[in-house]
Protein backbone atom coordinates (compact mmCIF):
# COMPACT_ATOMS: atom_id res chain seq x y z
CA UNK A 1 0.00 0.00 0.00
CA UNK A 2 1.50 3.78 -0.91
CA UNK A 3 2.25 6.29 1.84
CA UNK A 4 -0.21 8.84 1.21
CA UNK A 5 1.99 12.11 2.30
CA UNK A 6 5.87 11.87 2.96
CA UNK A 7 7.60 14.23 5.32
CA UNK A 8 11.60 15.18 5.00
CA UNK A 9 13.32 16.77 7.84
CA UNK A 10 12.52 15.13 11.35
CA UNK A 11 13.82 17.38 13.96
CA UNK A 12 11.82 18.60 16.39
CA UNK A 13 9.04 20.01 13.99
CA UNK A 14 9.21 17.50 11.49
CA UNK A 15 9.06 14.59 13.98
CA UNK A 16 5.66 16.40 15.62
CA UNK A 17 4.27 17.16 11.84
CA UNK A 18 4.67 13.84 10.66
CA UNK A 19 3.20 12.47 14.25
CA UNK A 20 0.30 15.19 13.79
CA UNK A 21 -0.74 13.61 9.87
CA UNK A 22 -0.69 9.93 11.50
CA UNK A 23 -2.89 10.64 14.26
CA UNK A 24 -5.42 11.59 11.47
CA UNK A 25 -4.77 8.15 9.96
CA UNK A 26 -2.93 8.73 7.22
CA UNK A 27 0.16 6.56 6.14
CA UNK A 28 3.09 8.79 6.04
CA UNK A 29 6.85 7.79 4.72
CA UNK A 30 9.05 9.56 6.46
CA UNK A 31 13.05 10.35 5.56
CA UNK A 32 15.73 11.91 7.19
CA UNK A 33 19.68 12.67 5.97
CA UNK A 34 20.82 11.47 9.36
CA UNK A 35 18.89 7.88 10.21
CA UNK A 36 19.14 8.49 13.95
CA UNK A 37 16.27 11.22 13.94
CA UNK A 38 14.46 8.35 11.41
CA UNK A 39 14.76 5.63 14.50
CA UNK A 40 13.83 7.67 17.46
CA UNK A 41 10.52 8.74 15.45
CA UNK A 42 9.44 5.45 14.76
CA UNK A 43 10.18 4.53 18.59
CA UNK A 44 8.12 7.23 19.60
CA UNK A 45 5.31 6.94 16.90
CA UNK A 46 3.96 3.83 19.42
CA UNK A 47 2.47 1.94 16.31
CA UNK A 48 0.97 4.66 14.40
CA UNK A 49 0.73 4.36 10.66
CA UNK A 50 4.81 5.95 10.08
CA UNK A 51 6.82 4.06 7.68
CA UNK A 52 10.53 4.95 7.69
CA UNK A 53 13.16 5.20 4.79
CA UNK A 54 16.51 5.45 4.06
CA UNK A 55 16.72 6.36 1.13
CA UNK A 56 15.47 9.18 -0.88
CA UNK A 57 14.27 6.92 -3.81
CA UNK A 58 12.71 4.54 -1.93
CA UNK A 59 10.98 6.91 -0.22
CA UNK A 60 9.68 8.94 -3.03
CA UNK A 61 8.40 5.74 -4.63
CA UNK A 62 6.47 4.47 -1.56
CA UNK A 63 4.05 7.69 -2.37
CA UNK A 64 1.11 7.41 -3.74
CA UNK A 65 0.68 9.95 -7.22
CA UNK A 66 0.52 12.77 -7.36
CA UNK A 67 3.20 12.72 -4.73
CA UNK A 68 2.62 14.89 -1.51
CA UNK A 69 5.90 15.97 0.22
CA UNK A 70 6.28 17.79 3.20
CA UNK A 71 9.83 19.63 3.73
CA UNK A 72 10.38 20.30 7.32
CA UNK A 73 13.99 21.32 6.25
CA UNK A 74 16.70 24.46 7.87
CA UNK A 75 15.76 27.47 5.59
CA UNK A 76 18.68 28.38 3.01
CA UNK A 77 20.70 25.84 1.19
CA UNK A 78 19.38 22.55 2.94
CA UNK A 79 16.33 23.26 1.28
CA UNK A 80 17.68 23.95 -2.36
CA UNK A 81 19.98 20.61 -1.69
CA UNK A 82 16.99 18.20 -0.81
CA UNK A 83 15.09 19.72 -3.52
CA UNK A 84 18.09 18.68 -6.07
CA UNK A 85 17.84 15.26 -4.52
CA UNK A 86 14.11 14.85 -4.58
CA UNK A 87 13.70 16.29 -8.85
CA UNK A 88 15.21 13.10 -10.44
CA UNK A 89 12.76 11.22 -9.21
CA UNK A 90 9.72 13.13 -9.07
CA UNK A 91 6.92 13.52 -12.27
CA UNK A 92 5.09 16.45 -13.44
CA UNK A 93 1.75 16.67 -10.88
CA UNK A 94 4.01 15.93 -7.93
CA UNK A 95 3.85 18.72 -5.22
CA UNK A 96 6.28 19.74 -2.86
CA UNK A 97 5.60 21.69 0.29
CA UNK A 98 8.40 23.30 2.04
CA UNK A 99 7.47 24.12 5.47
CA UNK A 100 10.17 25.42 6.96
CA UNK A 101 11.22 29.42 7.61
CA UNK A 102 12.16 29.87 4.17
CA UNK A 103 12.50 33.80 3.33
CA UNK A 104 9.59 34.51 0.47
CA UNK A 105 11.93 35.53 -2.29
CA UNK A 106 13.77 31.78 -2.29
CA UNK A 107 10.35 30.36 -1.83
CA UNK A 108 9.45 32.65 -5.22
CA UNK A 109 13.00 30.78 -6.99
CA UNK A 110 11.70 27.71 -6.39
CA UNK A 111 8.56 28.09 -7.28
CA UNK A 112 9.31 29.41 -10.68
CA UNK A 113 12.11 26.75 -11.08
CA UNK A 114 9.87 23.79 -10.65
CA UNK A 115 6.85 24.89 -12.25
CA UNK A 116 8.70 25.20 -15.14
CA UNK A 117 9.48 21.51 -14.48
CA UNK A 118 5.85 20.67 -13.90
CA UNK A 119 6.45 20.20 -10.13
CA UNK A 120 3.91 22.21 -8.24
CA UNK A 121 5.29 24.13 -5.46
CA UNK A 122 4.11 25.66 -2.13
CA UNK A 123 5.82 27.52 0.61
CA UNK A 124 4.17 27.19 3.96
CA UNK A 125 4.22 29.30 6.78
CA UNK A 126 3.48 27.42 10.37
CA UNK A 127 3.40 29.10 13.78
CA UNK A 128 2.93 27.37 16.69
CA UNK A 129 6.12 26.26 18.13
CA UNK A 130 6.70 22.22 18.71
CA UNK A 131 3.85 21.49 20.64
CA UNK A 132 1.66 23.55 17.80
CA UNK A 133 2.88 21.56 15.60
CA UNK A 134 2.12 18.05 17.35
CA UNK A 135 -1.54 19.13 18.39
CA UNK A 136 -2.63 21.83 15.70
CA UNK A 137 -0.23 24.87 14.60
CA UNK A 138 -1.64 28.06 12.31
CA UNK A 139 -0.99 26.82 8.75
CA UNK A 140 0.06 29.57 5.75
CA UNK A 141 -0.20 28.20 2.22
CA UNK A 142 1.24 30.31 -0.64
CA UNK A 143 1.67 28.92 -4.39
CA UNK A 144 -1.24 28.04 -7.17
CA UNK A 145 -4.37 27.68 -5.96
CA UNK A 146 -5.03 24.66 -7.92
CA UNK A 147 -2.03 22.69 -6.41
CA UNK A 148 -3.06 23.88 -2.94
CA UNK A 149 -6.18 22.57 -3.17
CA UNK A 150 -5.07 19.10 -3.91
CA UNK A 151 -3.05 19.21 -0.19
CA UNK A 152 -5.95 21.54 1.65
CA UNK A 153 -7.74 18.37 2.86
CA UNK A 154 -4.52 17.42 4.70
CA UNK A 155 -3.39 20.88 5.50
CA UNK A 156 -6.78 21.70 7.41
CA UNK A 157 -6.95 18.39 9.35
CA UNK A 158 -3.31 19.01 11.02
CA UNK A 159 -4.30 22.55 11.53
CA UNK A 160 -5.53 23.80 14.93
CA UNK A 161 -9.22 24.54 15.05
CA UNK A 162 -11.06 27.40 16.90
CA UNK A 163 -14.42 26.23 16.81
CA UNK A 164 -15.36 24.32 13.90
CA UNK A 165 -12.75 26.80 11.77
CA UNK A 166 -9.20 25.40 11.12
CA UNK A 167 -6.75 28.00 11.26
CA UNK A 168 -5.61 27.03 7.79
CA UNK A 169 -6.42 29.37 4.97
CA UNK A 170 -5.18 29.87 1.03
CA UNK A 171 -2.76 33.00 1.52
CA UNK A 172 -1.91 34.00 -2.09
CA UNK A 173 0.58 33.13 -5.07
CA UNK A 174 4.48 31.89 -5.02
CA UNK A 175 6.07 33.59 -1.78
CA UNK A 176 2.91 35.07 -0.27
CA UNK A 177 2.45 32.37 2.19
CA UNK A 178 6.01 32.48 3.68
CA UNK A 179 6.27 36.59 3.30
CA UNK A 180 3.18 36.72 5.66
CA UNK A 181 4.56 34.14 7.89
CA UNK A 182 7.67 36.36 8.35
CA UNK A 183 5.92 39.47 8.83
CA UNK A 184 3.89 37.70 11.41
CA UNK A 185 7.17 36.68 13.33
CA UNK A 186 7.99 40.58 13.15
CA UNK A 187 4.82 41.02 15.13
CA UNK A 188 5.77 38.41 17.32
CA UNK A 189 9.46 39.99 18.52
CA UNK A 190 7.44 43.50 19.00
CA UNK A 191 4.61 41.74 21.11
CA UNK A 192 7.27 39.82 23.04
CA UNK A 193 9.44 42.90 23.73
CA UNK A 194 6.66 44.94 24.66
CA UNK A 195 5.32 42.39 27.09
CA UNK A 196 9.04 42.75 28.55
CA UNK A 197 9.10 46.01 28.97
CA UNK A 198 5.58 45.67 30.81
CA UNK A 199 7.41 43.19 33.04
CA UNK A 200 10.49 45.63 33.41
CA UNK A 201 8.65 48.64 34.73
CA UNK A 202 6.80 46.63 36.86
CA UNK A 203 9.75 45.16 38.51
CA UNK A 204 12.38 48.23 38.33
CA UNK A 205 9.78 51.10 39.21
CA UNK A 206 6.82 49.59 41.21
CA UNK A 207 9.37 47.05 43.02
CA UNK A 208 6.71 44.38 42.42
CA UNK A 209 8.27 40.86 43.54
CA UNK A 210 8.27 38.49 40.64
CA UNK A 211 5.67 36.38 42.21
CA UNK A 212 2.98 39.09 41.95
CA UNK A 213 3.89 40.43 38.86
CA UNK A 214 2.85 36.91 37.69
CA UNK A 215 -0.06 37.17 39.26
CA UNK A 216 -0.36 40.63 37.30
CA UNK A 217 -0.27 38.72 34.26
CA UNK A 218 -2.55 36.22 34.80
CA UNK A 219 -4.67 38.22 35.77
CA UNK A 220 -4.21 40.41 32.24
CA UNK A 221 -4.74 36.96 30.96
CA UNK A 222 -8.84 36.92 32.08
CA UNK A 223 -8.99 40.03 29.89
CA UNK A 224 -8.69 42.17 26.55
CA UNK A 225 -4.72 40.98 26.68
CA UNK A 226 -5.39 37.37 27.01
CA UNK A 227 -2.93 35.81 24.83
CA UNK A 228 -0.50 32.64 24.51
CA UNK A 229 2.27 35.39 25.25
CA UNK A 230 0.72 36.95 27.70
CA UNK A 231 -0.11 33.34 29.76
CA UNK A 232 3.57 32.05 29.50
CA UNK A 233 4.81 35.45 30.81
CA UNK A 234 2.57 34.23 34.25
CA UNK A 235 4.00 30.68 33.93
CA UNK A 236 7.85 31.51 33.05
CA UNK A 237 7.96 34.19 36.44
CA UNK A 238 6.45 31.16 38.67
CA UNK A 239 9.03 28.71 37.25
CA UNK A 240 11.89 27.65 40.34
CA UNK A 241 15.35 26.87 39.52
CA UNK A 242 15.67 23.44 40.74
CA UNK A 243 19.40 24.06 41.44
CA UNK A 244 19.16 27.48 43.39
CA UNK A 245 15.56 27.80 44.63
CA UNK A 246 16.04 31.42 42.41
CA UNK A 247 13.48 32.32 39.99
CA UNK A 248 14.50 30.95 37.24
CA UNK A 249 14.00 34.57 35.55
CA UNK A 250 16.40 35.42 37.93
CA UNK A 251 19.39 32.98 36.48
CA UNK A 252 18.75 33.36 32.71
CA UNK A 253 21.54 35.27 30.77
CA UNK A 254 19.99 38.25 29.27
CA UNK A 255 21.04 37.79 25.76
CA UNK A 256 18.56 37.01 23.22
CA UNK A 257 18.95 34.99 20.04
CA UNK A 258 17.19 35.06 17.03
CA UNK A 259 16.90 33.22 13.67
CA UNK A 260 16.21 36.44 10.88
CA UNK A 261 12.75 36.60 10.30
CA UNK A 262 12.49 39.40 12.11
CA UNK A 263 15.59 41.00 10.16
CA UNK A 264 14.13 40.09 7.06
CA UNK A 265 10.51 41.59 8.19
CA UNK A 266 12.77 44.89 8.73
CA UNK A 267 14.43 44.69 5.66
CA UNK A 268 11.51 44.40 3.40
CA UNK A 269 9.50 47.65 4.94
CA UNK A 270 12.69 49.69 4.28
CA UNK A 271 12.94 48.25 1.22
CA UNK A 272 9.40 49.14 -0.03
CA UNK A 273 8.67 52.49 2.40
CA UNK A 274 6.84 50.81 4.52
CA UNK A 275 7.05 52.04 8.28
CA UNK A 276 7.35 49.32 10.97
CA UNK A 277 9.62 51.12 13.47
CA UNK A 278 7.66 49.29 16.27
CA UNK A 279 9.27 45.72 14.79
CA UNK A 280 13.00 47.04 14.06
CA UNK A 281 13.43 48.74 17.63
CA UNK A 282 12.40 45.09 18.74
CA UNK A 283 14.86 44.15 16.65
CA UNK A 284 17.71 46.31 17.51
CA UNK A 285 16.74 45.65 21.68
CA UNK A 286 17.83 42.16 20.95
CA UNK A 287 21.10 43.31 19.18
CA UNK A 288 21.90 45.47 22.28
CA UNK A 289 21.62 42.46 24.39
CA UNK A 290 24.06 40.62 22.95
CA UNK A 291 26.68 43.16 23.37
CA UNK A 292 26.07 42.06 26.96
CA UNK A 293 30.01 42.50 27.86
CA UNK A 294 29.84 45.77 26.68
CA UNK A 295 26.90 46.39 28.57
CA UNK A 296 28.51 45.25 31.45
CA UNK A 297 31.73 47.84 31.57
CA UNK A 298 29.07 50.49 30.59
CA UNK A 299 26.91 50.08 33.69
CA UNK A 300 30.14 51.42 35.60
CA UNK A 301 30.88 54.22 33.56
CA UNK A 302 27.39 55.76 32.24
CA UNK A 303 25.16 57.53 34.58
CA UNK A 304 21.12 57.59 34.96
CA UNK A 305 19.12 60.29 36.15
CA UNK A 306 19.65 60.76 39.76
CA UNK A 307 15.90 60.22 41.54
CA UNK A 308 14.43 59.49 44.54
CA UNK A 309 12.09 56.15 44.90
CA UNK A 310 8.56 58.25 44.33
CA UNK A 311 5.96 56.68 46.26
CA UNK A 312 3.54 55.84 43.14
CA UNK A 313 0.02 54.92 43.71
CA UNK A 314 0.68 51.04 42.66
CA UNK A 315 -2.90 49.50 41.65
CA UNK A 316 -3.23 53.10 39.56
CA UNK A 317 0.42 52.12 37.91
CA UNK A 318 -0.46 48.39 37.38
CA UNK A 319 -3.92 49.66 35.21
CA UNK A 320 -1.63 52.54 33.51
CA UNK A 321 0.67 49.65 32.49
CA UNK A 322 -2.21 47.04 31.50
CA UNK A 323 -3.75 50.52 29.34
CA UNK A 324 0.57 50.99 27.88
CA UNK A 325 1.02 47.12 26.93
CA UNK A 326 -2.34 47.02 25.27
CA UNK A 327 -1.69 50.47 23.37
CA UNK A 328 1.62 49.21 22.59
CA UNK A 329 0.18 45.65 20.98
CA UNK A 330 -2.43 47.17 18.98
CA UNK A 331 0.46 49.85 17.49
CA UNK A 332 2.85 46.87 16.57
CA UNK A 333 -0.20 44.45 15.00
CA UNK A 334 -1.34 48.02 13.51
CA UNK A 335 2.75 48.34 11.91
CA UNK A 336 2.53 44.20 11.12
CA UNK A 337 -1.17 43.94 9.22
CA UNK A 338 0.04 47.53 7.12
CA UNK A 339 2.93 45.99 5.94
CA UNK A 340 0.90 42.98 4.93
CA UNK A 341 -1.79 45.76 3.07
CA UNK A 342 0.89 47.52 1.34
CA UNK A 343 2.65 44.49 0.13
CA UNK A 344 -0.41 42.58 -0.94
CA UNK A 345 -0.27 45.83 -3.17
CA UNK A 346 2.92 46.07 -4.13
CA UNK A 347 2.79 42.38 -5.41
CA UNK A 348 -0.82 42.34 -5.92
CA UNK A 349 -1.08 39.40 -3.81
CA UNK A 350 -5.15 40.41 -2.72
CA UNK A 351 -3.86 38.51 0.80
CA UNK A 352 -7.30 37.90 3.04
CA UNK A 353 -6.64 39.90 6.20
CA UNK A 354 -9.51 39.22 7.67
CA UNK A 355 -8.82 35.17 7.30
CA UNK A 356 -5.48 35.79 8.16
CA UNK A 357 -6.61 37.24 11.70
CA UNK A 358 -8.96 34.32 12.19
CA UNK A 359 -6.41 31.56 11.63
CA UNK A 360 -3.88 33.41 13.72
CA UNK A 361 -6.19 32.84 16.83
CA UNK A 362 -5.17 29.06 17.51
CA UNK A 363 -2.07 27.09 17.06
CA UNK A 364 0.28 30.34 17.01
CA UNK A 365 2.45 32.10 18.55
CA UNK A 366 0.62 35.57 18.51
CA UNK A 367 -2.55 34.13 19.03
CA UNK A 368 -4.76 36.71 21.51
CA UNK A 369 -8.27 37.77 22.04
CA UNK A 370 -8.47 41.14 19.96
CA UNK A 371 -7.61 39.01 16.55
CA UNK A 372 -11.31 38.95 16.27
CA UNK A 373 -11.55 42.38 16.31
CA UNK A 374 -8.69 42.82 13.83
CA UNK A 375 -10.72 40.08 11.99
CA UNK A 376 -14.21 42.16 12.50
CA UNK A 377 -12.09 45.22 10.85
CA UNK A 378 -11.00 43.71 8.11
CA UNK A 379 -14.71 42.48 7.24
CA UNK A 380 -16.03 45.61 8.22
CA UNK A 381 -13.23 47.50 5.30
CA UNK A 382 -11.59 45.23 3.11
CA UNK A 383 -9.31 48.14 2.09
CA UNK A 384 -8.99 49.35 5.39
CA UNK A 385 -5.22 50.88 5.25
CA UNK A 386 -4.50 50.65 9.08
CA UNK A 387 -6.06 48.99 12.56
CA UNK A 388 -5.62 52.54 14.07
CA UNK A 389 -8.32 54.30 12.46
CA UNK A 390 -10.65 51.29 12.90
CA UNK A 391 -13.62 52.37 15.06
CA UNK A 392 -12.86 50.03 17.98
CA UNK A 393 -9.28 50.38 17.90
CA UNK A 394 -9.41 54.55 17.56
CA UNK A 395 -11.74 54.71 20.51
CA UNK A 396 -9.38 52.04 22.49
CA UNK A 397 -6.16 54.71 21.71
CA UNK A 398 -7.92 57.31 22.53
CA UNK A 399 -8.48 56.17 25.82
CA UNK A 400 -5.34 54.41 26.49
CA UNK A 401 -2.92 56.76 25.31
CA UNK A 402 -2.85 59.01 28.26
CA UNK A 403 -1.30 55.74 30.10
CA UNK A 404 1.24 54.75 27.54
CA UNK A 405 2.32 58.55 27.77
CA UNK A 406 2.43 58.60 31.46
CA UNK A 407 4.58 55.05 31.57
CA UNK A 408 7.10 56.25 29.06
CA UNK A 409 7.48 59.44 30.62
CA UNK A 410 8.21 58.01 33.83
CA UNK A 411 10.87 55.18 32.31
CA UNK A 412 12.87 58.06 30.51
CA UNK A 413 12.90 60.21 34.02
CA UNK A 414 13.87 56.81 35.37
CA UNK A 415 16.55 55.48 33.28
CA UNK A 416 14.51 52.93 32.22
CA UNK A 417 14.92 51.53 28.44
CA UNK A 418 11.67 51.07 26.84
CA UNK A 419 12.38 51.07 23.15
CA UNK A 420 8.82 49.58 21.56
CA UNK A 421 6.53 51.47 24.02
CA UNK A 422 8.64 54.50 23.32
CA UNK A 423 8.35 54.21 19.69
CA UNK A 424 4.63 52.73 19.75
CA UNK A 425 3.62 56.20 21.18
CA UNK A 426 6.08 58.05 18.43
CA UNK A 427 4.24 56.03 16.14
CA UNK A 428 0.75 56.99 16.99
CA UNK A 429 1.83 60.59 17.18
CA UNK A 430 3.49 60.34 13.62
CA UNK A 431 0.16 58.68 12.02
CA UNK A 432 -1.79 61.10 13.83
CA UNK A 433 -0.59 64.29 12.91
CA UNK A 434 -1.45 65.59 9.34
CA UNK A 435 1.08 68.25 8.94
CA UNK A 436 4.44 66.75 9.95
CA UNK A 437 7.78 68.17 9.84
CA UNK A 438 8.74 66.38 6.75
CA UNK A 439 8.58 70.10 4.90
CA UNK A 440 11.95 70.78 6.63
CA UNK A 441 13.61 67.78 5.23
CA UNK A 442 12.58 68.03 2.16
CA UNK A 443 13.49 71.87 2.32
CA UNK A 444 17.25 70.83 3.60
CA UNK A 445 17.38 67.41 0.39
CA UNK A 446 16.79 70.52 -1.95
CA UNK A 447 19.20 72.94 -0.40
CA UNK A 448 22.06 70.78 -0.34
CA UNK A 449 21.00 68.41 -3.20
CA UNK A 450 18.98 70.03 -5.13
CA UNK A 451 16.59 67.27 -4.93
CA UNK A 452 12.98 69.37 -5.70
CA UNK A 453 9.84 69.55 -3.99
CA UNK A 454 6.15 69.63 -3.81
CA UNK A 455 4.57 72.62 -2.67
CA UNK A 456 0.61 72.66 -0.59
CA UNK A 457 -0.56 75.60 -3.05
CA UNK A 458 0.16 74.38 -6.50
CA UNK A 459 0.74 71.15 -8.24
CA UNK A 460 4.56 70.51 -9.78
CA UNK A 461 7.85 69.99 -8.80
CA UNK A 462 10.20 73.03 -7.79
CA UNK A 463 13.62 73.69 -6.88
CA UNK A 464 14.74 77.23 -5.16
CA UNK A 465 18.47 79.20 -5.44
CA UNK A 466 18.98 78.55 -1.44
CA UNK A 467 21.75 80.76 -1.89
Known sequence: MFNTIGVIGLGVM???????????????A???????LTDQLVQKSKGQPIN???????????????????????AGKPIDSVIDSLVPFLEAGDIIMDGGNSHYEDTERRYSELIAKGIGYLGIGISGGEVGALNGPSIMPGGDKDVYEKVAPFLTKIA???????????????????FVKMVHNGIEYADMQLITEA?????????????????????????ELKSYLIEITA??????DERTGLSLIDVILDKVGQKGTGKWTSIQAIDNGIPSSIITESLFARYISSIKEERVIAETILEGPSMEQQN????????YVRQALYMGKVCAYAQGFSQYKMSSDLYDWNLPLKDMALIFRGGCIIRAEFLNVISEAFEAEANLSNLLIAPYFAEKVKEY???????VCEGINSGISLPCLSTSLSYYDSYRTGRSNANLLQAQRDYFGAHTYERTDMAGVFHTDWQ
Not at 312 to 319: A, S
Open 14 to 28: GSNIALNMASEGDQI
Open 30 to 36: VYNYTSD
Open 52 to 74: PYYDIQDFVESLKTPRKIFLMVT
Open 160 to 178: DQVGDTPCCVYIGPKGAGH
Open 199 to 223: YTFLREKLLLPIDEIADIFATWNQG
Open 235 to 240: EILRKK
Open 312 to 319: LDKDLWIE
Open 401 to 407: QFALRKV
